[in-house]
């Protein structure tokens, strides 16, 4: 079984040690299609309406206010070779949590492309809930815990500091999901639980459609020279204007945390199906395919599948 531990060691030396400028991107003589890379999907929802509570979802003017599901996601990504996904918990209403791991434990037992589960649990009610996340880490699936919304002041507890210890010794990983400009206050956290691996989501939500770029590149600086923090390569479409879904004008959004994490470090994720509020997974992956398609194999492997089959243990 992989070691988290050994793998913080390791990501330090590697990860860090990567740099890639956009000089040596263009100079490589050929372009790999993305077609040819097998993809562990990081970053996937699904719901059924009727099933569970989604108060975000009850916008019924929303195109995400419909049932979305495994077959759906399939037809989707036809044509990549996606051999397994991470499913992350789609915010229904909190007190559901054990409901909704229970219902993709029975979809995976319908279909193995369900590799691995980040599901929600209130890291901010510390200790006192340590008894059921110990029995939430009997599902097999699960292998992180996201938990948004918390306020100043509950990541400024006491208890929320108990979570994530529980969440260390138990190791499992936390999705955080915050704009850089909202993490400096949470590096100390980080700093201090060196064993817990902190996966930050869609690239810290740059304000890509205000122009944001260089206070976020100073964001994700400091960041990436936390060795346990792991950055997902997923939700860009949605922080843009249509307009801006160009590789060209994206592309310092792509190449600046494969420069400052590195390959090692980073994953791909879909974000799907809120990217289709942008766009399609076909355009996410074409686009990518313009940006870094000319990394190695053995890089474009590595940022596709191998760094997300580590951190959340996808066999």
């Keep these: 079984m992989f070691q988290r531990r050994d793998f913080l060691r390791k990501s330090f030396s590697l990860g860090m040690g990567l740099t890639v400028a956009p000089q040596l991107l263009e100079a490589r003589s050929s372009t790999l299609t993305l077609k040819e890379i097998p993809i562990v999907d990081t970053h996937v929802h699904f719901w059924e309406l009727d099933r569970l509570e989604y ?34 918990e789609s915010g229904r209403v909190p007190w559901q949590y054990l409901e909704e791991v229970k219902w993709v434990h029975q979809l995976a037992k319908q279909n193995d492309l369900i590799g691995s589960m980040v599901a929600y649990f209130p890291v901010d009610q510390g200790e006192s809930a ?36 529980l969440l260390s010794e138990l ?16 590096l100390t956290l980080i700093d201090q639980y060196p064993n817990l691996r902190f996966v930050l989501n869609h690239l810290g939500l740059p304000d890509v459609k205000n122009g944001e770029l260089n206070a976020w590149k100073s964001g994700m600086q400091r960041l990436a020279k936390r060795p346990n923090v792991v950055c997902k390569l997923s939700g860009l479409l949605t922080r843009c ?49 313009e940006t ?21 243990r996808v066999k």
């Excluded at 049932?67 to 499913?87: A, C, H, P």
């Excluded at 090692?264 to 399609?280: E, I, N, Q, Y």
């Excluded at 870094?292 to 959340?312: H, M």
Aim: hydrophobic share 35%.
């Design 171 to 186: 190791d499992l990983s936390l999705d955080i999901h915050m704009g850089t400009a909202d993490s400096d206050d949470y």
């Design 55 to 88: 108060p975000w979802l009850e916008n019924k003017e929303s195109s995400l206010s419909q049932d979305f599901l495994l077959g759906d996601y399939q037809r989707s990504t036809q044509g990549y070779q996606v051999e397994k996904i991470v499913f992350v």
């Design 292 to 312: 870094i398609g000319t990394l190695t194999r053995s890089e474009l492997t590595q940022i596709f599948s191998g760094t997300a089959r580590e951190v959340y």
């Design 241 to 289: 204007h249509s307009e801006q879904i160009d590789s060209s004008f994206l592309r310092p959004y792509i190449l600046t945390p494969l420069e400052y994490f590195g390959a090692k470090r980073l994953m791909f994720g879909s974000d799907w199906p809120v990217l289709t509020r942008a766009d399609t997974f076909h355009t996410w992956a074409q686009l990518l395919e």
């Design 130 to 165: 340590q008894a059921e996340l110990e029995e939430l880490t009997a599902y097999p699936l699960i292998q992180g815990i996201r938990s948004m919304g918390n306020t100043e002041e509950q990541v400024a507890s006491t208890q929320y500091r108990e979570g994530l210890r």
